[in-house]
C-alpha cells in the first residue's frame, strides 16, 4: 500500500512507522537540549554561514532539535521553520527561543513526509538531524521537493569514521537489529552516498570534512556518563540490555574504550576529543525531485 504525504512516496510499512515512534520516544529521553547547547552547539553556526542564509529567505530546518541551526538562521535575518518528529525537543528550542527574544515557526513533522508544499523555501537546513530518518532516499527526495530551484540546502553530518560515527558502531551489538531498508545515520556523512541521495537535484555542490573539538569530558568515564544519561540512544543502548549486568558492564567498558582510544590530552588536562563531521552545501536545480 502506499500513501502520499507531503509529496513524498512512503511506503506504509508498520515496523517503519513503529520504529518511527520509537526515535520520537528516544530522543525525548535524557536531556538532549542540555547535550545541544552544551556540546554540539558551535554546529548550527557554522552550517547557517556556510550555506548562507539572507535577511528574508525563508528558511527550513529539518530534523532541527531545539534549534542549533533554526536559531542562528533566525538571527541572520531568515524567516525560519523550525521541524521535528519529536515534540519535546522542539518545546525546548521554542522556550530557549523566546527567552533570548528570537521568533520563528515550530513544526512537528517527520523529516520523510514534511507538510510543506515543492519550492516553498529558499533554504533548506539539517544540522545532525536529517540523518536519523530511517530511508535515507526518501528523506532526501523531501529536502529536494520542498526547496525552490535555485534555493540552496545545507547539510551537517557525522561521519562513519569519526567518533560519533564510532560510537553508533560501538552501541550497535547492543540494540534491536532495525528493520529492513532502514540504513544507518552516519552513510549521510559519507560524500559518496550523500552526492548519490541528491544526484540530479543538486549543482555547484561544495562538501568538506571538519572537526568539532570537544573538552567537555574531563575523562572517558566521564564522557560515558554524560552519554548515558543525556543522549537519546546511549540511554537506548543501555535500556536495551538493562537484564543483563554482564551486557551492561560491557557496554560501559566499551564506551570508555572509545573515548580512551580517541582522545588527546587537553591544556587543562581533561579528555580532548575531534568529532568528525561533512559539511555539504548544494544549489537546487531546476529539475522536479523524484
Not at 540511554?235 to 573515548?259: E, H, Q
Request: with cysteine; hydrophobic share 45%.
Amino acid at each position: 500500500m502506499m500513501t502520499i504525504v507531503g509529496g513524498a512516496r512512503a511506503t506504509d510499512d508498520a515496523a517503519v512507522t513503529a520504529l518511527k515512534q520509537r526515535h520520537r520516544a528516544m530522543w525525548a529521553l535524557g536531556d538532549y537540549p542540555a547535550l545541544a547547547a552544551e556540546v554540539v552547539g558551535g554546529l548550527g553556526p557554522v552550517l547557517v554561514d556556510a550555506v548562507g542564509v539572507r535577511p528574508g529567505e525563508r528558511v527550513l530546518d529539518v530534523a532541527a532539535g531545539t534549534g542549533n541551526a533554526a536559531v542562528p538562521a533566525a538571527l541572520a535575518g531568515g524567516r525560519v521553520v523550525a521541524s521535528d518528529l519529536t515534540p519535546e525537543l522542539l518545546d525546548a528550542g521554542r522556550r530557549a527561543a523566546e527567552a533570548r527574544g528570537i521568533t520563528l515557526d515550530w513544526r512537528e513533522a517527520d523529516a520523510e513526509a514534511l507538510p510543506f508544499p515543492a519550492g516553498a523555501f529558499d533554504v533548506v537546513t539539517s544540522c545532525i538531524g536529517v540523518m536519523f530518518a530511517p530511508r535515507h532516499e526518501v528523506a532526501a527526495a523531501e529536502l529536494l521537493r520542498v526547496c525552490r530551484p535555485g534555493g540552496r540546502v545545507g547539510l551537517v553530518a557525522w561521519t562513519p569514521t569519526g567518533f560519533i560515527g564510532r560510537l553508533f558502531a560501538t552501541m550497535k551489538p547492543y540494540l534491536p537489529a532495525p528493520p529492513p531498508g532502514v540504513q544507518p545515520p552516519p552513510l549521510w556523512g559519507d560524500e559518496a552516498h550523500v552526492r548519490g541521495l541528491l544526484g540530479a537535484g543538486v549543482e555547484d555542490v561544495r562538501v568538506e570534512r571538519r572537526s568539532l573539538p570537544v573538552e567537555a569530558f574531563g575523562t572517558p568515564e566521564a564522557f560515558r556518563d554524560y552519554f548515558a544519561s543525556r543522549y537519546g540512544p546511549t540511554i537506548a543502548a543501555y535500556r536495551a540490555v538493562a537484564d543483563d549486568p554482564a551486557r551492561t558492564a560491557a557496554l560501559g567498558a566499551d564506551l570508555v574504550a572509545l573515548a580512551r582510544d580517541a582522545a588527546r590530552g587537553s591544556r587543562g588536562g581533561g579528555t580532548s576529543l575531534e568529532w568528525e563531521y561533512l559539511l555539504l552545501t548544494a544549489r537546487r536545480t531546476g529539475a522536479g525531485a523524484s
